[in-house]
C-alpha cells in the first residue's frame, strides 16, 4: 500500500524465464543494507508460472516457512528483503513480487489482468508451489490487506497471520489515514509533491523524479528519520519499475478505494498479530477494527516507529514477532 501516491491522493486532496537459480553462498561479507551479517543463508530464486503470470520469488533461509507480502500495490520484495535476513537465519521466508509489480511482469496491464482476486489465487498457488501445507504469512501496509483478503477466502490454509502497519480493512478509514498523513506533511512539502505526481516526468515514469518524491512522501511515514536512507536503498524505482509503477497507479487506486474484506473477517481462525508502529499514520480506529473482528487477534505497538517497525525500531519488532511465534507454536 506504499502511502501515498499519486491517483488516491487526487481523489483525496482534494484526496530469466522459468530459469531458476539456486545457489548457497556463505554472505560472510554482511548485507550492508540490514546493518547486520549473514552467515550461510540457503538462497533460492527463480521463477514461478502461477495463473498465467510468471512470479519471480526469492527463498531466503532454512526452518518454518513464512512468506512476504510486500506493499503497494505497485512496489517488490526488495522494500523487505534486507531487513528480515536476520530473521532468515532461523526460518525460511519466501519473498515474491506480486502480480504485475517488481520482476513479475504482465503483458496485458488492465482490471482482467491485475485485481486483487487474482492476487489472492496467485497466493494459493503459490502455496501449493512451494509445497506448504498451512501458511505463515508476514504482510506489510498493502501487504497486510491482501494477506486478510487470502485468509478470508482460504482460513484453513494459514496457520500464523501476521499484520504489519496494514491498510485499513475498509475504504473509510484509508481515506481517513491518508487524511492524517497529509497533515503529516509541512505545507511546502505538500504542495510540491504534488506537482512532482502531475509532472510529464513522473507520468512517463523518470525515476528520478520518482525516487524525489518518493523519498518525500514516505518521508512523512517514519518517526525514525535517521533509517529513511536505508529504506531508500533498497525501495528506490528504476527505470523499469517507476514506468510500470506509472501503468498500475490508476488501478492500484481503484483497488485501494473498494476495499471489500471487513464483512468477512470472522473467517479468520488463526492466531493474529496486529503490530504497528507506535507513530503510524495509519489511524487507532483501523487496527482496533481488525482487533475486534479477527477473533484470535492481538495488537502490539512499536514505539520510536512510524509506518516501517522493522526498520526504524527492528530491535522490538523482532522481539515481539519472535515472541508471538512462541506462543503460538504447538
Same mark, same amino acid.
Given at each position: 500500500m506504499k502511502t501515498i501516491k499519486l491517483g488516491i491522493h487526487k481523489k483525496l486532496?482534494?484526496?530469466?524465464? %522459468?530459469?531458476?537459480?539456486?545457489?548457497?553462498?556463505?554472505?560472510?561479507?554482511?548485507?550492508?543494507?540490514?546493518?547486520?551479517?549473514?552467515?550461510?543463508?540457503?538462497?533460492?530464486?527463480?521463477?514461478?508460472?502461477?495463473?498465467?503470470?510468471?512470479?519471480?520469488?526469492?527463498?531466503?533461509?532454512?526452518?518454518?516457512?513464512?512468506?512476504?507480502?510486500?506493499?503497494g500495490p505497485r512496489m517488490y520484495h526488495d522494500?523487505?528483503?534486507?531487513?528480515?535476513?536476520d530473521f532468515a537465519k532461523s526460518n525460511k521466508v519466501i519473498f515474491y513480487d506480486q502480480r504485475g509489480n517488481g520482476k513479475s511482469a504482465l503483458e496485458?496491464?488492465?482490471?482482467?489482468?491485475?485485481?486483487?482476486?487474482?492476487?489472492?489465487?496467485?497466493?494459493?498457488?503459490?502455496?501449493?508451489?512451494?509445497?506448504?501445507?498451512?501458511? %505463515?504469512?508476514?504482510?506489510?501496509?498493502?501487504?497486510?490487506?491482501?494477506?486478510?483478503?487470502?485468509?478470508?477466502?482460504?482460513?484453513?490454509?494459514?496457520?500464523?497471520?501476521?499484520?504489519?502497519?496494514?491498510?485499513?480493512?475498509?475504504?473509510?478509514?484509508?481515506?481517513?489515514?491518508?487524511?492524517?498523513q497529509i497533515s503529516m506533511f509541512k505545507p511546502d512539502e505538500w504542495e510540491y509533491v504534488q506537482k512532482l505526481w502531475n509532472s510529464d516526468d513522473f507520468l512517463n515514469g523518470n525515476p528520478k523524479v520518482h525516487n524525489e518524491a518518493l523519498r518525500i512522501s514516505e518521508g512523512t511515514v517514519f518517526s525514525n528519520k535517521d533509517v529513511i536512507d536505508d529504506y531508500m536503498k533498497v525501495g528506490a524505482f528504476n527505470e523499469a519499475t517507476a514506468k510500470n509503477?506509472?501503468?498500475?497507479?490508476?488501478?492500484?487506486?481503484?483497488?485501494?478505494? %473498494?476495499?471489500?474484506?471487513?464483512?468477512?473477517?470472522?473467517?479468520?481462525?488463526?492466531?493474529?498479530?496486529?503490530?504497528?508502529?507506535?507513530?503510524?499514520?495509519?489511524?487507532?480506529?483501523?487496527?482496533?477494527?481488525?482487533?475486534?473482528?479477527?477473533v484470535d487477534s492481538e495488537i502490539v505497538l512499536i514505539k520510536d516507529a512510524g509506518h516501517y517497525p522493522f526498520i526504524e525500531n527492528k530491535k522490538d519488532f523482532f522481539i515481539e514477532l519472535d515472541n508471538f511465534i512462541k506462543r503460538t507454536t504447538f
Open positions: 486532496a482534494l484526496e530469466y524465464k %522459468n530459469l531458476k537459480i539456486i545457489w548457497i553462498a556463505s554472505l560472510v561479507i554482511g548485507f550492508l543494507l540490514s546493518g547486520c551479517q549473514t552467515e550461510n543463508l540457503v538462497i533460492e530464486e527463480g521463477y514461478k508460472k502461477v495463473n498465467g503470470v510468471d512470479h519471480f520469488y526469492k527463498i531466503v533461509g532454512q526452518g518454518e516457512p513464512y512468506i512476504m507480502l510486500h506493499g522494500e523487505l528483503l534486507p531487513f528480515f535476513l496485458k496491464i488492465d482490471s482482467t489482468t491485475f485485481n486483487v482476486e487474482l492476487m489472492v489465487e496467485d497466493l494459493e498457488e503459490l502455496r501449493k508451489g512451494f509445497g506448504v501445507k498451512k501458511l %505463515n504469512i508476514i504482510g506489510h501496509s498493502w501487504g497486510g490487506l491482501l494477506a486478510m483478503y487470502y485468509s478470508v477466502k482460504y482460513p484453513d490454509n494459514v496457520k500464523r497471520l501476521i499484520l504489519v502497519d496494514a491498510a485499513p480493512v475498509n475504504t473509510d478509514l484509508l481515506i481517513k489515514s491518508y487524511k492524517k509503477a506509472v501503468l498500475l497507479n490508476d488501478l492500484a487506486t481503484q483497488m485501494k478505494l %473498494n476495499i471489500h474484506v471487513q464483512a468477512k473477517l470472522s473467517n479468520i481462525k488463526c492466531p493474529t498479530l496486529i503490530i504497528n508502529g507506535k507513530d503510524d499514520f495509519i489511524v487507532e480506529e483501523a487496527y482496533l477494527l481488525a482487533n475486534k473482528l479477527i
